[in-house]
């Protein structure tokens, strides 16, 4: 088979394709013929040596890659026969080898996909439109609200979009240049602007009139982040669930008190509901399957992954991207 290898942490194109040995599944197993394989922003990380939380770079030489969908292609030893033939979406195990033409993972990592649901959608779906889930669990949209969304043509801000307009809120989408913009526009929100413009803020306040923004959903942080935050009236609400920047939004408690804003991180143990992690995993799939939520995606054929980090690194994609094989 065919698979991306990293012999040497560094730039995109350290990234190689080559033909390597067929994993093969041990104890509990399955063996998945991928069709598609998820790019993460945290491989991008782990490529160049950067350690991120609990992440660190894997051991060299290493296939990255943790989302993949596609066919159960052979069983490992205790698996049940019912498995073998069925589609499905999943998060490897270790985290790493979804870059790949085949990959392992354990039963518990799987899940069925809805009928017509497309592989691209379902690599979607499993993490990012998870995450997505979760961090709308927190969020509460409601019809009064004013929804501001930031990095909104992103896996995560183009799924708020969808949300935030089925709910009935009043969206204004923050994208980067007009391709972004014209896109978000498409998929509902009622004002967008494009952050390369200084006073996209003025913008914004110009657009709403005396409507005050109640709801900022940020996860790009830095001074993005802060001006999102100085368009919330009085009594929002400010989730952070990242910072793409580097650095995450500045917020002090005089800012909470003043302006009597709610300030709170959406990832975490308040996003998961009772039935876990997995719960938020069937809901984007049953999402992206019936078309509430449909995410974006980018493209690349599983040769090109080395252009696909390099395309998300320099911010040139649109959603989700992802290696079709």
């Keep these: ?48 040596g950067i350690t991120v939380g609990p ?31 069925r589609r499905v979406v999943a998060q ?15 039963v518990a990592s799987l899940h069925p996909l809805p009928d017509g649901l497309d592989d691209d959608l379902a690599v979607a779906a499993v993490t990012t439109g998870a995450t997505a889930q979760g961090i709308l669990r927190v969020a509460g949209l409601g019809a009064g609200d004013t929804v501001l969304v930031m990095a909104a043509a992103g896996g995560l801000g183009s799924l708020f979009v969808q949300a935030a307009r089925g709910a009935g809120a009043l969206v204004v989408a923050v994208a980067g240049g007009p391709v972004k913009v ?51 009236g009085p009594g929002g609400r400010f989730l952070l669930f990242g910072w793409a920047t580097g650095e995450p939004t500045q917020i002090s408690t005089k800012d909470l008190v003043e302006r009597q804003l709610t300030a709170t991180w959406a990832i975490g143990p308040n996003m998961v509901p009772a039935g ?35 395309a998300l690194e320099a911010r040139a994609t649109v959603g989700k991207v992802v290696l079709t094989v």
């Design 276 to 310: 876990g992690p997995r719960e938020l995993v069937e809901r984007a799939l049953a999402a992206a399957a019936d078309g509430t939520l449909v995410p974006l995606v980018t493209r690349f054929p599983l040769k090109r992954a080395a252009d696909a980090h390099a």
């Design 1 to 48: 088979m065919h698979a991306i290898r990293l012999y040497a942490t560094g730039p995109a194109e350290n990234l190689t394709y080559e033909e390597v040995p067929d994993p093969v599944p041990a104890d509990g197993q399955v063996r998945i013929d991928v069709r598609a394989s998820g790019v993460h922003l945290l491989e991008i990380m782990l490529r160049r």
């Design 55 to 85: 992440h660190a770079p894997p051991a060299l030489p290493a296939t990255p890659g943790a989302e993949v969908a596609g066919v159960v292609g052979a069983l490992g030893p205790g698996v049940d026969a019912w498995w073998l033939g």
């Design 92 to 106: 490897l195990d270790a985290d790493e080898g979804g870059y790949a033409e085949r990959a392992v993972t354990g």
């Design 182 to 232: 014209a896109r978000v526009l498409a998929l509902g929100a009622d004002v967008a602007v494009d952050n390369r413009d200084a006073d996209w803020p003025a913008q914004v306040r110009a657009a709403l009139g005396e409507r005050a923004v109640s709801v900022v959903l940020d996860g790009v942080g830095g001074g993005p982040g802060r001006q999102g935050l100085e368009l919330l």
